[in-house]
């Protein structure tokens, strides 16, 4: 069931990666309420970027949905993780696009690996609802219904073989941590929409 943390305007860009969570996300939008749906995707210079860019712009040229694409513009420096840097080109893509909200699909799964990962760090944190003109509607959605929803629709989405690379941060927290968090805690996720109800 996917549940709103917060209202979707009737005129908004979405950002779509070609995963699951993004497409679903896309359909939820676009066939909900008939609303002015535009697709930004931003290839983050890998093989799968590449790939899903295509996969997306000829879901929407097939569609009449309008895409705009962006592409990575600099060298990663030192400083920066690629998790970061991929992060940091991104946004700075969507900071072209401030007319009107981009939706964004972080779901609660999402949102529990980013409070564990930034407790490790010492300062546990939320991912925000909304961001300047981004907003975050599904957070309180777990990722397994956003796929019950693109098969249940007929979608087709990709699956990105980084998410399964032990090489990131995330992926390891994501893949080995939380199953263990959820053993000791099975409402982990009820912790986290409480959290998020208690800022609404």
């Not at 946004?91 to 909200?101: A, G, I, L, M, R």
């Not at 981009?102 to 407790?119: G, K, M, N």
């Not at 893949?175 to 263990?180: F, H, Q």
Request: hydrophobic share 35%.
């Amino acid at each position: 069931m996917i549940h709103l943390v917060t209202k979707i305007p009737n005129k908004v860009y979405v950002a779509v990666s070609g995963g699951p969570d993004s497409m679903a996300a896309l359909d939820f939008v676009f066939h909900n309420n008939k609303r002015d749906v535009t697709v930004l995707n931003f290839d983050h210079g890998t093989k799968f970027g590449k790939t899903a860019q295509s996969f997306v712009e000829t879901y929407c040229l097939n569609r009449d949905i309008p895409f705009y694409g962006g592409q990575i513009r600099r060298e990663r420096v030192k400083k920066e993780s690629p998790e970061e840097y991929w992060r940091n080109e991104r946004y700075n893509f969507f900071s072209n696009f401030t007319d009107v909200p981009i939706v964004l699909a972080h779901t609660l799964d999402d949102a529990i690996e980013t409070w564990i990962f930034t407790s490790i760090h010492g300062n546990p944190k939320l991912i925000p609802i909304k961001t300047r003109n981004v907003i975050r509607p599904f957070l309180m959605t777990k990722k397994k219904a956003l796929i019950k929803w693109c098969k249940n629709r007929g979608i087709y989405f990709l699956e990105d073989g980084a998410n399964k690379e032990l090489k990131y941060p995330r992926v390891r927290i994501r893949l080995n941590i939380i199953p263990e968090v959820k053993k000791i805690n099975p409402g982990i996720g009820k912790v986290i929409r409480k959290k998020y109800l208690e800022i609404k």
